[in-house]
């Protein structure tokens, strides 16, 4: 039976649905148990994504693709500051919008960083290993 509203009696044996966030994620650890992790503990995601390379996702792998992305941004920056001293704004004309997509890339490592170092404290709060897959 579906919840009516606040206040009303349910059916006998109602047993609410779970939440997204209540639910765990089943995955093997690193010492090769079966662990259950919440989104939040989980991280980033952890399996090879079927492609040739494997993906970095581990926290400091993370730092240093959001560090690079951002040196490159700030490479790109300079390069607009010495447009305007040369004054050649013709060029930005031409690829203003590289600025734009390089903002994806920067935004989404640095995001996913923080998300790993969270789930990393998460599970080293309650004692449970990394998950490998």
Same mark, same amino acid.
């Given at each position: 039976?579906?919840?009516?509203?606040?206040?009303?009696?349910?059916?006998?044996?109602?047993?609410?649905?779970?939440?997204?966030?209540?639910?765990?994620?089943?995955?093997?650890?690193?010492?090769?148990?079966?662990?259950?992790?919440?989104?939040?503990?989980?991280?980033?995601?952890?399996?090879?994504?079927?492609?040739?390379?494997?993906?970095?996702?581990?926290?400091?792998?993370?730092?240093? !693709?959001?560090? /690079? =992305?951002?040196?490159?941004? $700030?490479?790109?920056? @300079?390069?607009?500051?010495?447009? +305007?001293?040369?004054?050649?704004?013709?060029?930005?004309?031409?690829?203003?919008?590289?600025? !734009?997509?390089? /903002? =994806?890339?920067?935004?989404? $490592?640095?995001?996913? @960083?923080?998300?790993?170092?969270? +789930?990393?404290?998460?599970?080293?709060?309650?004692?449970?290993?990394?998950?490998?897959?």
């Amino acid at each position: 039976m579906a919840r009516r509203s606040e206040g009303v009696p349910q059916e006998p044996g109602y047993i609410p649905s779970q939440t997204p966030d209540d639910k765990l994620i089943y995955r093997r650890a690193g010492n090769g148990e079966m662990v259950g992790y919440t989104p939040a503990e989980y991280g980033v995601r952890k399996d090879d994504g079927r492609g040739l390379v494997k993906p970095v996702n581990s926290s400091g792998g993370l730092l240093f !693709l959001a560090i /690079l =992305i951002t040196i490159c941004f $700030g490479g790109m920056l @300079y390069g607009i500051v010495q447009m +305007a001293l040369t004054d050649q704004w013709h060029i930005l004309g031409e690829v203003w919008w590289m600025y !734009l997509l390089v /903002l =994806i890339p920067l935004f989404a $490592g640095w995001s996913g @960083y923080f998300k790993e170092r969270r +789930a990393e404290k998460l599970r080293k709060a309650r004692n449970l290993p990394r998950p490998v897959d």
